[in-house]
């Protein structure tokens, strides 16, 4: 399994951007994630979705503002950040876990992860 992360970018408060995670192989009956590392701070869960029944997870503090989905047929995996606020600043990353128990919010538990892709939200 390979995944492609993309989308990152410079986006003033308020803003938004859609991050894009292309997976190549095996998908079904996994688990994909969103997580984001500051720099000084540990890797953080964001968001998750199943790829079998599209159910979703989120840090309490994105809710409302972060919105994961997926497009089976294009194997890739988005999430649509509005709102976006300075402390949302962070290399993001996409991984797969590869397990069908959900959700999981713990990096250790996902079997590959993207290269990563920078969000900067300036104040």
């Known amino acids: 399994v390979q995944l492609q992360a993309s989308g990152g970018g410079l986006v003033q408060a308020g803003g938004f951007l859609r991050l894009s995670c292309a997976a190549s192989?095996?998908?079904?009956?996994?688990?994909m994630g969103w997580f984001r590392q500051a720099p000084g701070k540990e890797r953080e869960f964001v968001a998750g979705?199943?790829?079998?029944?599209?159910?979703?997870h989120y840090l309490d503090s994105v809710k409302g503002r972060l919105t994961i989905s997926r497009d089976n047929a294009k194997n890739t995996v988005y999430l649509q950040m509005n709102s976006l606020k300075p402390e949302d600043t962070a290399v993001y990353y996409c991984?797969?876990?590869?397990?069908?128990?959900?959700?999981?919010?713990?990096?250790?538990?996902?079997?590959?992860w993207g290269q990563g892709t920078q969000v900067t939200v300036s104040s």
């Open positions: 991984a797969l876990a590869l397990a069908d128990d959900k959700p999981i919010t713990i990096a250790a538990m996902y079997d590959y």
């Open positions: 192989g095996r998908t079904f009956s996994s688990y």
């Open positions: 979705i199943s790829w079998s029944d599209g159910s979703t």
